[in-house]
């Protein structure tokens, strides 16, 4: 059974910066592209960022590049998102997710396994 458990979140004043990470169980982590998603109070859960299975392709959505960086250790099955320059917009509960392949992917239809959230607060 695959598990996904993130950690990193809280509360930070604007222009401040967190590391997620999210550790995830199972030996064949690194045959799986990994995402960020988050959701905002009142809105629909949405794509952050995404790594495929080596860490050499990523994507991310316009709102955070050049601020936010996802990576991978693949012998630590573990996932990270370095947030710098935070602002309130991006106030959620971030959420990370296994691809079902190993090539990046951007849409939820294409991840197979969450995790339960972790909540950043930014405040302004």
């Known amino acids: 059974q695959v598990q996904l458990v993130e950690s990193g979140g809280g509360l930070v004043q604007a222009g401040g910066s967190l590391r997620l990470s999210c550790a995830v169980s199972g030996r064949t982590f690194n045959t799986y592209s990994m995402g960020w998603f988050r959701q905002a109070p009142g809105k629909e859960r949405a794509f952050v960022a995404a790594i495929n299975w080596r860490g050499g392709d990523t994507r991310y959505v316009d709102s955070v590049k050049g601020r936010f960086t996802i990576s991978r250790d693949n012998a630590k099955n573990t996932v990270y998102l370095q947030m710098n320059s935070l602002n309130p917009d991006d106030t959620a509960v971030y959420y990370c997710?296994?691809?079902?392949?190993?090539?990046?992917?951007?849409?939820?239809?294409?991840?197979?396994?969450w995790g339960q959230g972790t909540q950043v607060t930014v405040s302004s």
């Open positions: 997710a296994r691809g079902r392949d190993t090539w990046v992917a951007t849409t939820q239809a294409d991840y197979t396994y």
